[in-house]
Structures are given as C-alpha cells and as structure tokens.
C-alpha cells in the first residue's frame, strides 16, 4: 500500500494550452528531448503532431498521451503525462475531457503576440476544470518579445499571478528545466483510492485493425489490468480488458494502471460505437455508484452532404465514416440521398475545421475522391399547420406557401484584434448581419469585440474573410447563443434547365439577389464548357432571379501522332480521363468537385 | 499481306502474341537539329558538338541486331523522322542511307519519307537522298509569317520554305508535304489565312496542318504556366481550324485525317500505318516501335543510345500489349482517319471480335452525342467521326480507354 501511495503521490498530469503557433508542439518535443524520452535519434520534429494532417496545417487534432520520467532537484523520479490539446475552437469538447485528465496546465504565452481569444477561452475550461494553471512566456528570444508586457496581461486579463512565469524559449530549448520543476513543484498528484470502484475517464480513442479499439484513458480511482471485466458507463457496452499500457510514447504493455495514471486499454472492442469520448469506464463486476461528470454527447453545428464521386465508393465511404467515428466523438452521419449526387451522407461537424479535416482524412487515408455540398446550419421551420421541423439540408426547406416562420442559429462571437483594425472588423461583421454587443481594451493596443452573428455567416466565408482584413491579426472564438426569427429563403440552381438539389442553399432574403448573381458567376468558371451550351441559373421559387451561359466546347483534339508515340497519346488521354472522374455527372453535366462549394468561396 | 497468328481475347488466358505478321513500316530517327524550337519536346538535340558518326554506327548496330531478331519481309514504308535528319552531311546521308538499304529489304515502290527543315537541303544532300532512296520530303514550315517563325524559334524565314521547295523539285522530288502550325502565341485568324494561301501557292500533293500544343518541359510550357503565353481564344483556334478545313478543300485537297489533307493518292502510308494500329520498326534514339505484340521505347540520349546500341537492343521500355489495350489503340488511332474504322479490320486485327461487343456502351453513347456514325453494313460497315466530332475527337478517342 505504501509503495502505491508513494507512486501515487510521484505522478503529475498536466497538458498544454496555447493558441496555435504559440509553440505548444515545439515546447512538447523539448520536454521529451529533456527528459530522455526519446534519443535525439528517435526524434522526429514535433512529434506529437503524428498525422501529416496535422503537421501541414500546424494544428493539433487527435489527442496524444506521453508518459515521461524525470529526475527532479529534490533527488526523486517523477512520472509526468504530458496530455496533447487541441487548438481549435472547433475542438472545444475535446480539449474539456483531455483538461479532465490532468492536474494542471501550461499555459504558454507568445512574447511578442500575447492572449489570443482562443487560448483565454481554453483557460477558463480549464480553470472550469480546477486545474494548478502555470503561465509559460514563450519566444522571448524574439526581437519583438515584451515578456513584462504579456506577464501583465496574463495578470490582467486571466486574473493569474505571473510573478513565476517561466520566461522560455521552446525553440532554443531556454527554460525547460524551470518548467518541468514547476510541474513538479506546483501540480498537485492525483487524488483517487486505489481500494476504490474502478473508474477512469476516456479522453481519446482510435482503432487499430488488430486490436480494436484503443480507449486512451485517465485512472482516477481503482485499478484496471488485463482480465479485468469493464463497462462503458453511458453505452452500457461490456468487454474483458486485453491490455493496459503507456505511451512512452511508443504504446507499450504494462501490468497495471492504478489511480493517477494515464494509458491505453484494449478489450477486442470492435464496435466503434462502444466507446465515447468523455465516458467512464468502470469494473463491470464492481461498478462505481456514479459516473465521472462531464459526459456529454456534442451535437455539431455544421452540416453539410459527403458524397462519393464515383457511386461504387459508397460502402467503402460508410466504412470510413465509422472509423473516423470512433475517434471523434462529435462526427455524426447518416445516409441521405440527392437527385443529383446519389446516395451519401449528410454529416455534422462541431465547425469548418472539422468539416475540412474529415473531407481531406477521407480523401487522403481512405483515397475515396468525395464530393461536399456547401454547409448549412440547423433551421427550426414553423410550418403554417403549427407543425416543427429541423431542417439541415437546405433541399428539404418546405415551400413558400406552407411556411409559417423560420428560425436560425446565432453565435456570440468574441474576436481579439489590435485597436487599428476594429474599424474593418466593425464593417465585416455587420455585412454578416452582425450585432454589436461590447467592446473592451485588453491593453493599450488591443480590443475584444463582441457580436452576435447568425451562424450561417460564420460557416460561410468568415474566416477567410476576418483573416485578410486583419492581416491575420485577429483571433476569433464563437458559442452558441441561441435561436432567431429570421426573413430568410431558399435558392435553387439549375443546371441546364434542371434544379440540382445539391446546390441549394438557404440565404437572407435581403441578399438573396447578390448571392444569386454572384454563385452563377461562380459557377461559370467553374463548369469546364461541356459538348453543349449549359445555362445557369439561380431562383426564388418559380422566379429566376439570375442567369449565366457557359458555352459549348468547340475543340479538342490532338494534333500530331509522332513518330509512333502512341502509348504517350494514351497518357495524354487517360490524363484527360482522370480529370472526368474527379467530376460529377449530374444530368447531362459534368460538373467539377469545387462547384458545389461554389457557395462558399465568393466575394460580393 | 501474309498474316500472322490469330488470337482470341480471352479472360485470364495470358496474352498471346497481337500482329503476328512482321512489320512493313520502318521508322528510323534521328535525333539531331540545328536549334530546339520553342514548342518541341521532341528527342532532340542540338546538333554541334554531338557524335553523329558515332551514332550512325549505332544505328547500324542497332539495325543488324533488329534484323537478326526480326527478319523483316519486303518493306513498304520507311519514315525517317527527327530532330532533323537533313542536318547530316551529304557524305553521312549516303552512309545511312546505304545502311539502311543493307539491312531492310525496301521495295523498289515504296515510299520512302524524310523530314526536313527549310534552309538544311542544299542540292547536294537533295541528290544523295535521292540516290539513296528518299522519294517524298516532308518540310516543317509552320508558318510564312517572320514574326511567328522567329516567336516560335524556328530559325528559317518564309523565303526559305520557297526555295526549298524549288530546290527539292529540281533535284527531281515530286512527293512533297509542308507543315503548317496554328493557335500560335498571338496568332491572329488572318495571319493563318495568309499562310494558308502562301502554302497553296507552292501547290504541293500533300499538307500538315497541326494546332499548337504545349508540352511540358518546353519553353512554351514555362512561359504558359507563368502565364506568359498568349495562346488565341478557343473560338479563334476553332474559326482557323474551320478556315483551314474549308479552304484546302475547296482547293481540292481531302481531309483524310484530323490533321492532315492530300491530292488523292498522296496520303501518307507510313502513317497510315500507325493508324491503322499496324506493326512498326522502330529504330534510332527514343523511338518507339511495334511487333509481334510488344510495344518498346528505345533509349533516348545520344551518348546513352551509342552505348547500349554496343551491347544489345537499346531499349529503355518494352511493354506487351494485352489485348484489350490493343483494342483501345485500335479505336483510338483508327478514328483519326476520316474515313473512320472499318469492321472487317477490327475482326481481322482481334480472331473475328466485334467492336460492338467490346465497345457497345461507348460507341452508342458517342453516337448519342452526335460526335460518331456509323456507316456501311456487315463487312463493309465501321464507323468515323461527324462533322461535329472532327474538331472534338479526343472526347471520342478518349471514350475508348
């Protein structure tokens, strides 16, 4: 018991937050360089950022658990689990469950950049979380550092005593010594008796083809070992565990986890359904009275239709639906069919990033060349019978007559942003029917401006939109506030003479006539002339309201068979084949993946 | 025609031998010219400095152990392509030419195909390709316009297509083609017309017409994807392809291929036979040839060429045709030709399979577009392209694959 209670009392759990490119990644590879974790052999840039996703884009998607050893100044040996965070807002849920995990947090700073919006909205979850929160002031051997100047905002704006701030420098590996002795120092160890009930906290999964599934799992009272019989508290699924182990960071076997520790568990689940993030997992013989708080069941705010371009790819589409299913709590699909795309899915997603993220794993890992329909919003649709409907597919908004009213999604949008640039965020939100709420100084230099826009303008284009008028200056953060009465309508498109319903969208009727003008302006572009003259056109109802042409192609033809090179002339062709599959035959048009997120990529 | 073994396309059974019969077609190149043209990815090189008689006798290796592999039958069409094969020295012309009589058996009828460039067919290299066999020219004029020609990199002007022209008559060549090139940086439709004239004036048996296309690894190709590259309108390439359809027509050549319009009888054969999907000996650096079922590319630098040349046969790739993709060429080369794909060819080339059993669905859709009909009935019966489909045809070629 004594030798438990010393190990227990030798663990820390902690995990990073930080606005992306703050150095989150770089400060976690130096940890497991300090600590001997891995040879500088071993070691791969960033390696936390395991999939090629991730390190393309410089974010954290899937989360990553690292048990490490160090040898502190008082002489012990102390295990740390450094638990990986995403850093998006799209990913808030999942950073709450990894913040569940630990004891405490780093909280790294930019020297030259200070609080970001996303990184405040990820310390009060973690301050939510009761977590030890140990300010990091990083890249101060940038020119540009004021590590005074952010130590007072950190004090400022989070109400956090910065006095102990570790001034560090990830890249140049400056102060990881002083963070890894803070973590020691000012983290508490985990609670928890190991006497009782299991319980312990699912905070990630992914599935393995010859294990199963591998629930990523924080211990916080009993013990779990191989042969122990579990229960997944919310699904009630039952399994025997196979293996526990760490991650070092290889996954490797141990005999036990007990409280205070974090690993892996397998138990030849094959179901991906079995395993939530954010569940308790139990002893199915011996069962815990009550679950760990917390869990919840994420709805997605985004949605929009995953179609595969070539049908034959529907099945192998759904297969790679579920796997990315188990691992993502909050991906949720079911089969939808379009007269124009076929049979798919419509998908919900927490946000674009997540929408983005899981259309290019589709494509990349599961090589399933796909087709996604512009995004929308859930509708709440009152229909003149006193009849609700929620409607995520804009093909299924009913028609003028029946119509009573419609309600749309908002967001509070809180954006931090240096004072110079208020005036062209002011002009953009309000484009996107933004209301005014609140404006506050951080500093001197910085501003928090607070809106509340219908969702459907931040799935649009608003991103991209707040990042050129603010030279990338702005950091954007968004929560649910609630539903609308809104005027709005439904768009329909024609492609030569026939509504294609994926390319329906549901728009303010204020700029139902732009929008319309501008998508089959889009469009023409993006259409590659076909055999045929192809009109385009948009339409409220049975009224058009816009029209393009796109013209028949009139020539394509190889020249010359030279000297007998007919297996180039095969190449140039089956070239010329290859770009037709990556279209969509819809009708008699065929029409390019891009043009179904035509919706999305225009400036008005 | 003796023709070889038949094969049946069967399932799994491994691919016998396609186009038993030995080649009568000879394609020989050579990989030299004076300058490389903006738009050329074409195997070549700048001749000075290069080893030519060296690679003349690599040729000649090659040929021996051609023969010794293949003992050819009477040939009937040999092209000499290039690079440009007239930049050879009088003396080195005759060398190869002779060469070229030792090892194939050409008959004494046969059409004997040399390219060359304007301004590199002096009288006395017009005399030893004639002693050597040469009996049709094929010039690369591409335009009589200076300010292309010089926009293109060709280094000859107009004036000197006209002299050659009259050089290559007086030598006693009847037999002559031009190349002409449209959709030119710039090019405007009346420049076309204007060349078109020119060329008609010459009052050859025979013209090329090619639009431009941008290959990759070209000048054209980097200054395209900088953007640089100020190609005419698709509306305007199609007015010179309609312009220049109309006018040699009316002029009383036929359009007997997508690109290529003669005097009756003054069709060329040798290509005929590529587009007919015929065998082919091919010989030379980088090119390519066709037989007994095996398609080869040869190994494509000069220096690289000469030494494998020394040791054995100098291919980089030998690839056999399966027949299904044999079926594909077939309906890909074939409906180049205006007069389309005959039935009784098709059945001849595949053991007696119909296309319409291995193309139906293709060819009924190509047919509802309006880009192919069918003519003729039983033996007699094929298809070609419409009206429609000429300008279109990779759409219809590219169906087929």
């Not at chain 1, 484009?431 to 969702?455: A, C, H």
């Not at chain 2, 053991?351 to 309006?370: C, I, M, P, T």
Request: with cysteine; hydrophobic share 40%.
């Amino acid at each position: 018991m004594a030798d438990n209670q010393r190990k227990q009392s030798h663990i820390r759990n902690f995990c990073i937050i930080a606005h992306i490119d703050h150095g989150k990644s770089t400060l976690a590879d130096r940890i497991l360089e300090y600590t001997g974790t891995l040879t500088s052999r071993e070691m791969q840039d960033q390696i936390l950022d395991s999939m090629d996703l991730e390190r393309e884009r410089g974010i954290t998607i899937k989360l990553q658990a690292v048990r490490l050893q160090y040898k502190a100044d008082d002489g012990e040996t102390y295990t740390l689990h450094l638990i990986d965070t995403p850093g998006h807002v799209d990913f808030t849920y999942e950073v709450s469950r990894s913040l569940a995990a630990c004891e405490g947090a780093l909280l790294i700073v930019d020297a030259a950049q200070g609080i970001e919006a996303q990184t405040l909205a990820n310390v009060y979850l973690a301050l939510d979380n009761n977590l030890e929160i140990l300010p990091v002031v990083n890249k101060i051997d940038l020119p540009s550092a004021e590590p005074e100047r952010v130590k007072q905002e950190i004090e400022d704006v989070i109400g956090l005593d910065a006095s102990d701030a570790v001034l560090a420098s990830a890249k140049n590996g400056i102060g990881i010594k002083e963070i890894l002795e803070q973590v020691v120092t000012k983290i508490p160890p985990p609670q928890g008796d190991i006497n009782a009930p299991l319980k312990a906290l699912i905070f990630d999964s992914h599935y393995d083809a010859y294990k199963g599934v591998v629930c990523y799992i924080r211990v916080i009272d009993g013990t779990i070992r191989a042969g122990t019989p579990i229960k997944f508290m919310a699904t009630g699924a039952t399994f025997d565990v196979v293996e526990v182990g760490t991650f070092k960071p290889r996954a490797t076997v141990v005999d036990e986890l007990g409280p205070g520790d974090v690993g892996y568990v397998t138990a030849s689940i094959k179901n991906v359904k079995d395993t939530r993030v954010g569940d308790t997992v139990t002893n199915a013989k011996n069962p815990t009275p009550e679950p760990l708080p917390g869990y919840k069941r994420i709805n997605p705010m985004v949605f929009c239709g995953l179609y595969p371009i070539d049908s034959s790819d529907y099945n192998d589409l759904r297969d790679a639906l579920e796997k990315l299913e188990l691992n993502d709590a909050s991906l949720r699909f079911e089969p939808e069919t379009s007269q124009a795309l076929g049979f798919g899915f419509r998908c919900g997603f927490l946000g674009m990033l997540h929408m983005e993220i899981i259309q290019e794993r589709i494509e990349r890992e599961f090589n399933i060349p796909l087709i996604t329909t512009a995004p929308s919003v859930i509708y709440k649709v009152t229909l003149t019978s006193g009849q609700q409907l929620e409607i995520s597919n804009p093909s299924e908004y009913p028609e003028a007559g029946k119509l009573d009213f419609v309600e749309e999604p908002y967001v509070k949008a809180s954006i931090i942003v240096p004072k110079d640039f208020v005036g062209p965020i002011m002009e953009l939100c309000q484009s996107k029917r933004g209301e005014f709420i609140d404006m506050q100084y951080l500093d001197t230099n910085r501003v928090t401006l607070k809106y509340d826009i219908p969702l459907a303008e931040i799935v649009y284009d608003f991103f991209d939109q707040l990042k050129s008028s603010t030279k990338g200056y702005a950091s954007f953060d968004y929560e649910l506030s609630g539903y609308r009465q809104s005027n709005l309508v439904k768009m329909d498109i024609l492609l030569n003479g026939e509504k294609v319903d994926a390319l329906s969208f549901i728009v303010h009727r204020d700029r139902a006539y732009q929008r319309g003008r501008v998508i089959c302006e889009k469009l023409k572009e993006l259409i590659p002339r076909q055999m045929f003259e192809v009109p385009i056109q948009a339409a409220i109802g049975q009224k058009v309201i816009s029209r393009e042409t796109i013209k028949a192609m009139r020539k394509n033809v190889l020249a010359k068979c030279y000297g007998g090179d007919i297996s180039r002339k095969r190449k140039l062709l089956e070239k010329q084949k290859e770009g037709k599959k990556r279209m969509k035959q819809v009708g008699s048009v065929e029409v390019p993946q891009e043009a179904f997120m035509a919706v999305l990529k225009i400036d008005e | 025609m003796s023709i070889g073994p038949m094969v049946q396309p069967q399932g799994d059974a491994p691919p016998a031998p396609l186009h038993g019969w030995t080649p009568r077609a000879l394609y020989i190149h050579i990989p030299f010219c004076t300058n490389k043209c903006f738009y050329c990815d074409f195997n070549s090189y700048v001749v000075e400095g290069q080893p030519v008689d060296a690679y003349l006798d690599a040729l000649e290796r090659e040929m021996e152990r051609t023969v010794a592999a293949l003992p050819p039958e009477t040939i009937r069409k040999v092209f000499v392509g290039g690079g440009t094969p007239t930049v050879l020295t009088p003396a080195q012309m005759t060398r190869f030419l002779d060469s070229v009589a030792r090892h194939f058996p050409v008959a004494p009828g046969a059409e004997f195909t040399m390219e060359a460039n304007p301004g590199t067919t002096d009288p006395a290299k017009l005399e030893a390709m004639r002693a050597g066999g040469v009996n049709r020219i094929s010039f690369g004029a591409q335009s009589f316009d200076n300010g292309l020609l010089a926009a293109i990199g060709r280094i000859h002007e107009a004036d000197d297509v006209v002299r050659s022209i009259e050089n290559a008559r007086r030598a006693g060549f009847t037999n002559l083609s031009i190349d002409l090139m449209f959709g030119l940086p710039r090019q405007t439709l009346e420049q076309l017309k204007d060349s078109v004239e020119k060329a008609l004036e010459l009052d050859l048996p025979h013209y090329s017409l090619y639009s431009l296309k941008v290959e990759e690894n070209t000048l054209f190709h980097r200054l395209y994807e900088r953007g640089e590259l100020p190609l005419p309108e698709e509306d305007v390439e199609v007015a010179m392809y309609e312009h220049l359809r109309e006018r040699l027509g009316r002029a009383g050549y036929k359009q007997y291929e997508v690109s290529n319009f003669a005097k009756p009888g003054f069709e060329s054969r040798h290509n005929g036979t590529y587009w007919r999907n015929e065998p082919y000996y091919g010989l030379g650096a980088g090119a390519h040839g066709y037989a007994r079922g095996e398609r080869h590319m040869n190994v494509k630098g000069v220096q690289a060429y000469i030494d494998a040349a020394a040791i054995g046969l100098p291919r980089k790739e030998t690839h056999t045709v399966t027949v299904r993709e044999a079926m594909e060429d077939f309906m890909m080369v074939g409906l180049r030709l205006l007069d389309g794909v005959r039935e009784a060819d098709f059945r001849r080339q595949f053991g007696g399979a119909a296309s319409e059993d291995v193309f139906g669905e293709v060819l009924a859709k190509l047919r509802e577009q309006g880009l192919l009909e069918r003519f003729g009935e039983g033996e007699a019966a094929g298809y070609r392209l419409t009206e429609k489909g000429i300008p279109l045809g990779n759409e219809v070629f590219g169906a087929f694959l």
